[in-house]
Each structure stands twice: as C-alpha cells, then as structure tokens.
C-alpha cells in the first residue's frame, strides 16, 4: 500500500511522458505508426533523468518551484520547435536537400546524415572520431547520434531523437545559468538569467537542432558552478562535476576548450580578487614569458601558415564574395582596415533591419526577425554593461571578469566566422549563458539607481536601425534612397543618436519649474 501511495501522485507524470513519446513518434513517422513510441519513452525516461540529476546536483542551493517549470517549459520549447521546423520547412521552406530533410542548418543535416549511416553499417561507432571530418570534425556528436540511431532507431531515420536529447541538455542550462548567477550576482540577477537563456532565441534555435552548441551552451554555466563548488569545497565529487563539462567538451568540440578554460580562470581571479596582482614577481614573471613567446614567435613562425592569418584571408575572401556592399566596402578601406571592418560586421549580426527587409519565405523572415531581435536586445545590454563595470569600477570583479569573457568571445568567433550569419551567432551562442547573466545584472544595476544611461542606449540602437532599414529597402526592393554608401549611414544613424542623447539629457537637467 505504501508503494502504491508513492506511485499515484507520480502517474499523471508518467501518463504524460508516454503521451509525448506516443505524439513524437507519430509526428517522426510521417503521422504513420508509433512503431518508435518505445524509443522515444527511453530517450524522455533519460531526459528525465538528467533533469532528476541536475536538481541532486543542485540541491545545496534550494532551488525554488519556479525554477523547475521554467526548466521544464525550457526544454519543451526547444523541443516544439524542433518538431516546428521538422514540418514548417518542408511545406513552407526552400526547395533544398536540407530544409525538405526539416533541418534548420546544413552542418546538422550533414552530421544527423552521416550518423544515421553510420548507424546502419557495420562500422564500430569508434570511427566517429576518424574520418568523418567533412561533416563533424571533433566526432563527439556523431557518436552520439550514431549510438541513438543504431540502438535506439530502428530501420528508419528518424531526427526528433537526436533532438530529444539535444532540447533536454540545452534547456537544463536555464538551470545552471541560475545557480551560478545567484552565487555570484544574487537572486534577481539569477532570475533574471535564468528567464533569459530560457527564451534567448539563438538559445531557442541551437537547442531545437542537432547542433553541438545545443550542448555547449549548457556546459559553460556547469562548469562555472562547479568552480565555485570546488572552490568552497575541493571534493571528489566536486571536482569530479567540474572534470565533467570539461570532458563533455573536449569530446564535442575541442577548439571550445580554450575559452571556456579562460573565462573559468577570469572569474576564478575575480572571485579571489586578483592576488597575483599585488606580487611583484608574477608580474614580472608574466612579462618574461610574454616576451620570451613574441620572440619565438618572430623567429619560429612563418606568418603566412599561422592560422589566424589563414582564417582570417579565407573570412574575407568569403564575406567579400557572399555581399556585394562588403565588397565594395573592402575596396575602399586600407588593408590594416579591413579585419577589423568584418570583425565589427560580424559582431551585430544577424541585423535586425536585414532581416525585415530580406524577403524570402514566410517561415525563413519569421525565423531572421525573431534572431535579430533577440541579439539586437541582448547586444543594447551588453554595451551598456561596458559602461556600468567602468563607471562603477567593477573590472576586478565578476562582472568584469564576465565583460571581458564575452566581449573577448564576441569578437574571437566574429573573426572566425568572417562575419558570416550562421555560423558567427552559432559560435557565440555557447556563451548565452554568462551574456544573459551579465544582461540581467545591467538591467538590475540601472534600476536600482533609476540610471538614464539604459534607456539611451536604447535609444541610440534604435536611432541606427531606423535609418539602415530605408538602406536595406533600396538593396533588396525597388526602392529610392539618396544615402548609398555605409559610412554615410551610419553617420546620420549616429548624428540623430547625438541629438537625442542631447535632448534627453537637456529634459533630465530642466529645472521643474521650467
């Protein structure tokens, strides 16, 4: 009787998770059969799992009620518009291989492809990681999908099981997201976070495909919590959380590694308040080894094969080819100009006059305006934040630490993406996670001192995007606009920010009586 008490109140639960299975695998087969209902119930049972995990792990911060709906909604929103995008595209999409297949992107259609191949042949699932470098060069995520395909799939390709996982992992960073900022920023900043990795639409996106930034982006904030754990108790168990994340990524994607190693080593200094600042010795030893790697630099290396030259030729080559405005842009701007011209370019895509300006399918504009909008917010906050960490002389502190992680990453993965739509946002959304937390303490800050700064550099935002999008009018439609070249642009864009940051400021002094 005690046994049956205990599993009534879990059966609505249990009802529940069999009637999503049952709706995945009808909606997977073509609205055919529910043949694979059984493999999905594994796959959820083990999405469930992972949930039930992350709430042991996070147990010593008594998360609130809340946060567990909105990791659960999370999680069913990525998955929803994976199903989304699974019928949308076919029907409303363009006419290719990969959006009748009901992929979002062309690496995850490459990759789920090859995975499902894999799975089908006799080749053991170890050769994931040799070979297939044209569709996953790390093969951490192949072998995932491999493994779902060969043990779970059946004889028939399905990619909502992928992206059950996928969702799952992608959603669970809501949580971790929270726990990290409430231990460094506090409750509002966490709440804040939390609401906003949930619903970041690049988040939404990468989460609902088969992409490896669905999983990334919940590794960062894992491994940041895990720091702190370590750090107030190095245990097995806590070092083992922290080894985890690391290992996750090192397997999915190795070239993330450096980054995330540098932003937990940024706000490990910042937690501990820079102490190697105060030794005299450490900094000398710094600016030995500093000088000591330009010199070998100098004397081992042949410029021409490094590959941050090589990436960078390849990324303008690209743009300059992909944008007939880019290239003309780059004819008229000195050599030295030029990088830093794309890195910009790349830094405020996707733009959100472009993307209500492009045209195209009903679906693909929605899809544009929904992601620019999200990053042109996101990019207003981050800005801003710039501006409250010197103002408020926090550069030693987490939200230094934080600013220079995500500005360093945002202008790393421009420069390797070349400023190109996909895959620039792909790279940076693996840090949603600590963009959303450093966002949320901006929007905190400013409103417990009624800062006037927040709402102008809305405005200033909003000044430039209402003058490009008559110049993005006259690139894609029959329209006639007297200002051609950028630069011409955007100095009218920042001239109307002038004056209104000048008129708002002259309106805050008035006196009242005025």
């Known amino acids: 009787m005690k046994t049956l008490n205990k599993f009534l109140p879990r059966l609505p639960y249990a009802a529940s998770l069999i009637a999503l299975a049952a709706g995945l695998s009808w909606i997977s087969s073509g609205f055919a059969h529910l043949s694979s209902l059984p493999s999905f119930l594994v796959l959820l049972t083990i999405a469930v799992g992972l949930f039930g995990l992350t709430w042991r792990i996070l147990r010593p911060e008594q998360p609130p009620r809340w946060l567990a709906w909105l990791t659960g909604a999370a999680v069913l929103l990525r998955l929803l518009m994976g199903v989304v995008w699974l019928l949308a595209l076919p029907a409303g999409g363009y006419d290719t291989d990969v959006q009748q297949a009901g992929y979002v992107m062309q690496d995850a259609f490459n990759r789920d492809q090859a995975a499902w191949q894999l799975a089908q042949s006799e080749t053991p699932l170890v050769h994931a990681f040799q070979g297939y470098s044209h569709t996953d060069q790390y093969g951490g995520l192949l072998f995932l999908s491999a493994a779902v395909y060969r043990y779970l799939g ?58 490896r930034e669905a999983f990334t982006v919940c590794l960062l904030p894992l491994a940041l919590y895990a720091l702190l754990r370590c750090r107030e108790k190095l245990s097995a168990a806590n070092l083992a959380l922290l080894l985890v994340p690391l290992g996750l990524t090192a397997a999915l994607t190795s070239a993330f590694i450096p980054s995330l190693l540098g932003t937990l080593a940024l706000v490990f200094l910042a937690i501990e308040r820079w102490p190697w600042l105060r030794s005299r010795r450490v900094w000398l030893g710094v600016l030995a080894a500093t000088g000591l790697g330009v010199l070998l630099f100098f004397l081992l290396f042949d410029e021409s094969e490094l590959w941050l030259v090589q990436a960078a030729q390849w990324q303008v080559y690209v743009s300059a080819n992909a944008s007939g405005w880019v290239a003309r842009e780059f004819e008229r701007l000195p050599l030295g100009a030029q990088i830093p011209f794309l890195v910009s370019y790349g830094v405020l895509r996707p733009l959100l006059p472009a993307a209500l300006t492009a045209g195209g399918p009903l679906v ?128 009218v864009g920042l001239a109307t920010a002038g004056l209104y940051i000048l008129s708002d400021w002259m309106r805050s002094n008035a006196s009242p009586s005025s």
């Not at 997201?177 to 906003?196: K, S």
């Not at 450093?438 to 400013?446: D, F, K």
């Open 364 to 491: 693909w504009t929605m899809i544009g305006v929904w992601r620019a909008l999200g990053w042109t917010v996101l990019l207003a906050f981050l800005l801003y934040a710039i501006y409250l960490v010197l103002r408020d002389r926090k550069w030693l502190e987490v939200p230094g630490a934080l600013l220079l992680a995500v500005w360093a990453t945002n202008i790393l993965t421009s420069y390797r993406g070349g400023g190109d739509l996909w895959d620039n946002p792909r790279y940076r959304s693996a840090f949603a996670s600590i963009q959303l937390i450093l966002a949320a303490w901006a929007w905190v800050r400013s409103r417990e001192r009624s800062d006037p700064w927040l709402h102008r550099s809305i405005g200033v935002a909003v000044c430039l995007l209402v003058w490009f999008i008559p110049w993005y009018l006259r690139r894609y439609a029959d329209f006639e606009w007297p200002l051609v070249d950028l630069h011409q642009v955007a100095g």
């Open 154 to 211: 059946g004889g028939e390709h399905q990619p909502l099981m992928v992206l059950v996982l996928a969702a799952a992992v992608s959603g669970l960073a809501v949580a971790y997201t929270w726990a990290f900022a409430r231990r460094t920023l506090g409750p509002r900043v966490a709440h804040l976070a939390a609401c906003g990795v949930a619903l970041y639409p690049e988040a939404v996106l990468l989460g609902s495909s088969q992409m």
